[in-house]
Nanobody, 130 residues
């Protein structure tokens, strides 16, 4: 079982930066992929970035450059640093987790598929205004 709780979402202006946090608890006997997704009104949930327990990140091509995923030293907080925010970034941002072994033998891109994840936080709203 994994418990996730996002925080840090707020209203900002175009060009500003914001860092979201995701506090998590997990089974220490398992390893996981940790991910950030977002969902804008009327849109599909889309992946932003994924990080594994070794600290190796992977980004959706469209997300490279302005978004950085990381974990703190105690491995119980996931972060998403967002820079130069634009109105199109307005969405509910979710963190998610999936046991690492469930990705074994799967396509590399499976980690960006929201259906691959079974543990989700409740989301935090980010609104970017001009």
């Amino acid at each position: 079982r994994v418990d996730l709780a996002e925080s840090g979402g707020t209203s900002v202006y175009v060009g500003q930066s914001l860092t979201l946090s995701c506090a998590n608890t997990y089974d220490p006997n398992n390893r996981y992929y940790w991910a950030w997704f977002r969902q804008a009104p009327g849109e599909k949930r889309e992946a932003i970035a994924v990080i594994d327990d070794s600290g190796t990140p992977a980004y959706m091509e469209s997300m490279k450059g302005r978004f950085t995923i990381s974990r703190d030293g105690n491995m119980h907080t996931l972060y998403l640093q967002m820079n130069n925010l634009q109105p199109e970034d307005t969405a509910i941002y979710y963190c998610a987790a999936e046991p690492y072994l469930r990705f074994a033998g799967r396509n590399y891109y499976y980690r960006f598929d929201p259906s691959a994840y079974i543990y989700w936080g409740q989301g935090t709203q980010v609104t970017v205004s001009v």
